[in-house]
């Protein structure tokens, strides 16, 4: 039914898709605003850490199934993948999939599928197939069929859950769903279910809702028992022993594109009724503040403190900067507490983000560098990297451990 794939944006959820696509035989156009990332692809290089997504790349564009331009060009499918951030008043920006619909209007002749797999808010699939009438009024909406198929795959483990998750794929109509359905099981293992596109959009964000809860609940036990003088790793450990327990571990707040964003979208549609969930958004939001005014505290009594931030990444073993808590913390220490020199510890990545960078007191250092002169180390995140540093290397020093690798 399909041999070509358009697929819009190559980011994190766009290039592994294309890539996967390319190794079932189909030929691929992947587009992306960045002539960097154009160029990166174009000679089989990742321009993130993904496990095994090179060696699908280096594959597909070796056998001419997968190319990466600038803007689209006609194929039989189309996949949006594109950012969806918030706005200021958290609402979801949808201009990133404005504009992906008008670049690829223009080469639609009819008959194609258009997926947006972007997570958006309830309506946002409607929206698109608006922006691509509105473009094309030659075209009817018969002409077409437009779906929703929201990615859920875990950053780091991405090549795998492609494969083996189950998929939701929601269609303005029927016969879009299966078709949409139809090219997603040309390499997906798992169950793929059907419905509407608003049902599969809100899906996605009920998804990360319920997770952002129950980080929200650990994170608040965290800070309960701090003020308690409990440790609440071994809290947790003992509640979860409860066969039907499972809560989960605290950490310095939520991060990433998923989790952090997607709560707020819901929040934004139905503001009076999602009271929970807006709670849970706004304890996580505040996590970060509660673990900067733990660090100032260790640094009391030190004129010049030299702080060790372990990890800069939204989570571990990746380089994953988005809505990063522990990038925000490290930021706003080091503005908080100019005479101090702040460490920036991240083995993923190989300079500072810009948002570090135009700080004079920050560094991008080694971690046994900056363990060994620090006066106050934070653990921001549980990255592999990390465990290797002995115990007794802390010895005469303040540490604030965010993730409880060190409480022993």
Request: net charge negative.
């Amino acid at each position: 039914m399909f041999s070509s794939v358009g697929v819009v944006g190559l980011g994190y959820i766009g290039l592994p898709t294309a890539a996967i696509l390319a190794a079932q035989g189909l030929d691929v156009t992947g587009v992306d605003v960045k002539q960097s990332s154009v160029d990166a692809i174009n000679a089989g290089q990742v321009p993130f850490v993904e496990p095994d997504l090179e060696a699908y790349v280096v594959r597909a564009v070796n056998e001419g199934k997968l190319r990466a331009q600038l803007e689209p060009a006609p194929a039989d499918a189309f996949i949006v993948a594109v950012p969806t951030p918030f706005l200021a008043d958290k609402s979801a920006d949808l201009s990133y999939v404005e504009s992906a619909a008008r670049a690829i209007a223009p080469h639609l002749k009819g008959g194609e599928l258009l997926v947006l797999e972007s997570t958006s808010p309830p309506g946002a699939t409607e929206r698109m197939a608006e922006v691509i009438m509105e473009s094309r009024p030659d075209l009817s909406m018969d002409d077409l069929d437009f779906a929703h198929c929201p990615e859920r795959v875990l950053p780091g483990r991405v090549m795998v859950e492609l494969v083996e998750n189950d998929r939701i794929v929601g269609g303005l109509t029927t016969r879009a769903a299966e078709r949409a359905a139809a090219l997603y099981r040309t390499f997906c293992r798992g169950e793929i279910l059907l419905t509407n596109a608003k049902t599969a959009e809100m899906a996605k964000l009920v998804e990360n809702s319920f997770r952002d809860v129950n980080i929200a609940f650990a994170n608040e036990l965290s800070m309960i028992s701090d003020k308690l003088g409990i440790d609440v790793w071994e809290l947790i450990e003992l509640a979860n022993h409860h066969p039907r327990v499972n809560i989960l571990q605290p950490g310095p707040g939520v991060g990433g594109h998923c989790i952090a964003v997607d709560p707020w979208f819901i929040v934004s549609a139905v503001p009076d009724e999602a009271k929970v969930i807006r709670q849970a958004r706004e304890i996580n939001d505040a996590k970060p503040g509660w673990v900067i005014d733990q660090v100032t505290a260790a640094c009391e009594g030190i004129e010049e403190p030299t702080i060790a931030a372990l990890g800069l990444a939204f989570k571990a073993n990746i380089d994953d900067l988005r809505e990063s808590p522990a990038l925000a913390i490290t930021a706003d220490l080091a503005a908080r507490l100019p005479r101090a020199s702040v460490l920036a510890v991240e083995p993923h990545i190989e300079e500072l983000p810009a948002k570090l960078a135009g700080l004079t007191n920050v560094t991008l250092t080694p971690v046994e560098e900056a363990v060994a002169k620090a006066d106050v180390i934070v653990v921001l995140v549980d990255h592999n990297a990390f465990r290797s540093i002995e115990p007794e290397t802390f010895e005469g020093k303040r540490l604030v451990d965010t993730r409880g690798m060190f409480r022993h």
